[in-house]
């Protein structure tokens, strides 16, 4: 009896070892888990910030780029200001030679009139700023304003650039409260997958190309009424400068990230004040 007790004993013993082993060896299979968790979760965190501050830095670059485009139209068309003053400023009447007098006093030779060019202004009663208009080339030619929408009544209808996507970053400033920062979007990110095509919003004319190791390749189209519309992050392009395009055609397709996945990033300015692009886009 005595030696059944022991064995009793010793097998109940082995079994509450047994169970707290395997509860000890759950408790750690769950501790190294919740590790494996907060170090994804981190390492998101880290890969998160990289991308907005990425993002951040192509927004500014492409603000630079509209900025240079409007100080370059802005110069062309001083020069053409100033070119039409001194036209302008040329005499407008002819000047005669007095005839060249003989010693023989029945005799007076008269040399031919030089053919000199004059320049005749009309009398204009339009203000100076339309006489200025007059002379510059006009940014909205007809064939601008056939195959672009028109902006200012078009609010609400305007086809995405994507056929798919979700809206990734949304226009305006963003405060992120675990970084402690905040950040501006001009335009807005939309996530998609990468080789996505990317169509223009609205028929226009190409005016600017550019790439920047921060944004990719940089399409700008001109619009009437002063608009434009940027698309940037893109990669491989099928349109050049000074096409005039239709709404929906192809401008080119989404770049890759490192991480997978694209994103593009799209803006629309009138003049040099940026628009909230939704405001455009079909719901």
Same mark, same amino acid.
Do not use: C
């Given at each position: 009896?005595?030696?059944?007790?022991?064995?009793?004993?010793?097998?109940?013993?082995?079994?509450?070892?047994?169970?707290?082993?395997?509860?000890?060896?759950?408790?750690?299979?769950?501790?190294?888990?919740?590790?494996?968790?907060?170090?994804?979760?981190?390492?998101?965190?880290?890969?998160?910030?990289?991308? &907005?501050?990425?993002?951040?830095?192509?927004?500014?670059?492409?603000?630079?780029?509209?900025?240079?485009?409007?100080?370059?139209?802005?110069?062309?068309?001083?020069?053409?200001?100033?070119?039409?003053?001194?036209? &302008?400023?040329?005499?407008?009447?002819?000047? &005669?030679?007095?005839?060249?007098?003989?010693?023989?006093?029945?005799?007076?030779? #008269?040399?031919?009139?030089?053919?000199?060019?004059?320049?005749?202004?009309?009398? $204009?009663? #339009?203000?100076?700023?339309?006489?200025?208009?007059?002379?510059?080339?006009?940014?909205?030619?007809?064939?601008?304003?056939?195959?672009?929408?028109?902006?200012?009544?078009?609010?609400?209808?305007?086809?995405?650039?994507?056929?798919?996507?979700?809206?990734?970053?949304?226009?305006? $400033?963003?405060?992120?409260?675990? @970084?402690?920062?905040? #950040?501006?979007?001009?335009?807005?990110?939309?996530?998609?997958?990468? $080789?996505?095509?990317?169509?223009?919003?609205?028929?226009?004319?190409?005016?600017?190309?550019?790439?920047?190791?921060?944004?990719?390749?940089?399409?700008?189209?001109?619009?009437?009424?002063?608009?434009? #519309?940027?698309?940037?992050?893109?990669?491989?392009?099928?349109?050049?400068?000074?096409?005039?395009?239709?709404?929906?055609? @192809?401008?080119?397709?989404?770049?890759?990230?490192?991480?997978?996945?694209?994103?593009?990033?799209?803006?629309?300015?009138?003049?040099?004040?940026?628009?909230?692009?939704?405001?455009?886009?079909?719901?």
């Amino acid at each position: 009896m005595i030696l059944a007790e022991q064995r009793a004993v010793e097998a109940e013993n082995e079994r509450q070892r047994k169970i707290f082993e395997a509860k000890r060896l759950e408790a750690k299979r769950r501790e190294a888990k919740r590790i494996e968790r907060e170090r994804r979760e981190s390492r998101r965190i880290e890969a998160e910030r990289l991308r &907005e501050k990425r993002l951040e830095a192509q927004r500014l670059e492409a603000k630079r780029a509209v900025v240079k485009q409007e100080k370059t139209v802005r110069h062309q068309q001083e020069i053409t200001t100033k070119e039409r003053g001194r036209v &302008e400023k040329l005499p407008l009447k002819t000047q &005669e030679k007095e005839p060249v007098k003989t010693p023989e006093p029945s005799i007076v030779k #008269t040399p031919e009139k030089p053919q000199l060019r004059t320049v005749e202004r009309a009398p $204009s009663k #339009t203000s100076p700023e339309k006489q200025s208009e007059a002379v510059m080339p006009k940014v909205d030619s007809p064939e601008l304003e056939r195959v672009s929408a028109d902006f200012d009544n078009a609010v609400g209808s305007l086809p995405w650039p994507v056929r798919s996507g979700v809206i990734a970053q949304k226009f305006g $400033s963003v405060e992120d409260k675990d @970084l402690k920062i905040v #950040t501006t979007n001009n335009g807005i990110d939309f996530s998609v997958p990468s $080789s996505t095509q990317v169509r223009a919003v609205s028929g226009g004319k190409v005016v600017q190309i550019a790439f920047l190791p921060t944004f990719g390749n940089i399409v700008i189209i001109r619009h009437p009424k002063s608009y434009l #519309t940027v698309y940037a992050n893109l990669g491989q392009l099928h349109v050049a400068k000074d096409d005039l395009i239709k709404s929906q055609q @192809l401008i080119g397709v989404s770049g890759k990230m490192a991480e997978g996945g694209a994103v593009v990033h799209f803006e629309i300015w009138k003049g040099r004040v940026k628009q909230n692009p939704q405001k455009w886009l079909r719901r």
